[in-house]
């Protein structure tokens, strides 16, 4: 019996992908010291090791990022406008829309969606339609559940995909819309690529997202690839290195904004709960002997990242582009 692709359902693909994607893959595991300890990380991370990033992280973003009411999982935007944090993780929506220029009536697709409040806010606040996809099932299930309670089911859906490869077809959005979603890519132009081929003529791509400082010296570069293996990225690009993907691929007009300052005080909020957070994953560890290496060593990442930040290894950058008319 021969299928089509046209013949398989969206799960079914999916599924299909993330197969052979793991199949290409090698597991080779590293052994690092972090302080007086040893840290073990996969050196490179599947598609499935993201999205149980993400199960086993739910329960830190429910406690610490208020996950329940925020339905965010970003660091969100400080301005005078902002007086709280569950302002500053709405803000970044808004500071976003205003950059994309969103339009009242326009297709978006929410590449990275997480448990889908951006893509909410963009339906209610906008007016817009909106496609959210996650590699996460949870994630998934969570965001139309949300969708259907809120009764913004007519106007956002949720699926699970991977943003490399939609099979949306060409032409088919105004927006492609990415928050702290990119980085997980390891090739970005593959996101780029297929960014580029379902955005309509003229579409505008907007990111806001984690980039390393270029010319690291190795033990800079060590230091940014540790903290991203607790969050199973497998290393963070530069900004220099996306600008040339960006000019490959024939995006036009792009624009770049430093949003670091805007982060800091989140950063900063993650920075503290490592030192509660790290008792718990002692115990976690103790009673849990067996529990994955991303199981036991997420808890470092709230510790790594403001550590890196403050050195100044990285950047939290937003980034503009169009699709050539």
């Known amino acids: ?25 090698q597991r080779i595991y590293h052994i690092r010291k972090f302080p007086s300890r040893s840290f073990v990380f996969l050196a490179m991370f599947s598609k499935n090791d993201i999205s149980r990033y993400y199960d086993l992280s739910e329960v830190h973003y429910r406690k610490i990022w208020d996950l329940d009411k925020s339905h965010s999982l970003h660091y969100g935007y400080w301005d005078d406008s902002v007086k709280n944090f569950n302002a500053a993780l709405l ?15 326009e297709n978006i697709l929410d ?48 699926e699970q995909k991977d943003y490399t490869n939609t099979f949306y077809p060409a032409n088919s959005f105004d927006v492609v819309w990415a928050i702290e979603s990119v980085c997980y890519a390891d090739d970005k132009s593959d996101f780029l690529k297929e960014a580029n081929r379902i955005l309509k003529p003229g579409g505008r791509l907007i990111i806001a997202d984690f980039f390393k400082k270029k010319d690291l010296n190795e033990r800079e ?47 900063k909020r993650l920075y ?49 582009a169009e699709k050539d008319q």
């Open 111 to 158: 590449a990275g969606c997480g448990v889908g409040g951006s893509s909410l806010w963009l339906a209610k606040e906008k007016n817009c339609t909106v496609t959210g996809i996650s590699l996460n099932k949870r994630q998934i299930d969570k965001a139309n559940a949300l969708a259907n309670e809120i009764g913004m089911q007519e106007k956002v859906s949720f």
């Open 272 to 320: 503290r709960s490592y030192f509660l957070g790290i008792i718990g994953a002692k115990l976690y560890q103790f009673f849990n002997p067996n529990a994955t290496e991303l199981g036991k060593n997420s808890v470092h990442s709230a510790y790594l990242q403001y550590n890196t930040l403050k050195k100044q290894l990285w950047k939290y950058l937003v980034l503009r």
């Open 221 to 267: 570069n060590e230091h940014v690839k540790k903290w991203a293996a607790c969050w199973a990225i497998n290393d963070f690009t530069t900004k220099e290195d996306f600008q040339d993907k960006l000019n490959e691929i024939s995006f036009q007009k792009i624009t770049w904004m430093d949003a670091t300052d805007a982060i800091m005080p989140s950063a």
């Open 91 to 105: 803000n970044l929506n808004k500071v976003l829309a205003e950059i994309a220029d969103i339009k009242e009536g």
């Open 1 to 25: 019996m021969i299928l089509s692709f046209k013949t398989l359902s969206s799960e079914m693909l999916f599924r299909i992908q993330n197969y052979f994607s793991q199949l290409q893959r």
